[in-house]
């Protein structure tokens, strides 16, 4: 059992693509869903896999964090040793971009997506307050859409998402969640200052039902091919399409920590406390998740709170 957690925030700066095999529909190969709710998500695997991909090559050099790399992510080949003193939640879905007829583009989240959240801060031991108030989870009606109180992508009272508008409400509740969220889950370094604050004039919060359509419906959809070096054409059966998550989709994962297990343990390295110390100490800003990494997918920027 996990005695201490940290919450890790990834924001997509490009499109990201974690595969889930190949499919018969329109789309050859989607990305990934949870099963109840079809909502995007990133495998507690992949993520794993990426972070200790990250630390392996920054630290390749260094005897003792190797040492440290296979004490917290386990051992590489046999992994019978001793299991890893860390482990991810699945990345789950936050906010989701979507087109917007003003403000190019607003980020929507729904009730239930935040509820699950406001739980796994729980979990975390991470503060779910603003102003020293809890968040407030608000209801939504049908074709109604939840704005903060400085929104600007309210068009005649309405707020127009690709071809379908809901009314606009202004409430309190958004403003609070939209302030969280920008001060705690937003990257920090100075190049994000202006979309925190876009964060506070462009939160949409959706029905559920309408969240999870546009999920589903306004993926960004790339065609890829591969082209015959004797003919400059398309080579037979090599025209493809792949699913992806849009750039600035945010996304969050906890990661659990445990003692650390195994032999030779340093002795500056005997708690979860000294696990997730070691995370923070990687420092990592950004690394590239999911697949097509050489044309620039799945590059993310990564923010680490709590624990």
């Known amino acids: ?16 693509h974690t595969g889930s095999g190949s499919s018969l529909s329109v789309v050859d190969l989607p990305i990934q869903r949870e099963r109840h709710t079809n909502l995007p998500m990133v495998q507690a695997s992949g993520l794993k896999g990426s972070l200790r991909d990250y630390a392996e090559q920054n ?34 879905l936050l906010l989701f971009p979507v087109r917007s007829l003003k403000g190019i583009f607003a980020w929507v989240t729904c009730p239930s997506v935040l509820q ?3 739980r796994d801060l729980t979990i975390a031991g991470v ?13 939504v009606s049908d074709n109604e859409a939840l704005v903060t109180n400085t929104s600007e992508v309210i068009v005649d009272n309405k707020v127009v998402l690709e071809e379908f508008s809901f009314i606009a409400e202004k409430r309190s509740e958004a403003d609070g969640i939209a302030k969280w969220i920008s ?10 200052k202006p979309w925190k604050e876009k964060i506070l004039k462009n939160l949409v919060i959706l029905p559920d039902n309408a969240f999870r359509d546009f999920t589903e419906f306004s993926t960004e959809v790339i065609a890829r091919t591969k082209i015959q070096t004797e003919t400059k054409t398309v080579a037979p059966g090599a025209l493809w399409y792949e699913e992806h998550l849009p750039s600035d989709t945010l996304l969050y994962s906890l990661a659990l920590a445990s003692d650390p297990l195994g032999a030779n343990k340093p002795n500056d390295f005997q708690t979860a406390n000294d696990v997730l110390k070691f995370i923070a100490d990687l420092q990592i800003d950004r690394f590239q998740l999911g697949g097509d990494e050489t044309v620039g997918r799945g590059i993310v920027k990564l923010r680490i709170l709590g624990g």
């Not at 059992?1 to 490009?14: D, G, I």
């Open 1 to 16: 059992m996990f005695k201490r957690a940290k919450v890790l925030f990834l924001y997509t700066e490009t499109p990201l």
């Open 59 to 92: 630290y390749k050099n260094d005897a003792n964090a190797k040492t440290k790399i296979t004490l917290v992510f386990g051992p590489e080949k046999d992994g019978s040793e001793h299991a890893g003193a860390i482990s991810f939640t699945d990345a789950r």
């Open 116 to 118: 699950r959240f406001v």
């Open 127 to 139: 503060s779910a307050k603003v102003d020293n108030k809890d968040l407030n989870v608000p209801s």
């Open 183 to 192: 001060e705690n889950a937003t990257p920090q370094s100075d190049e994000y």
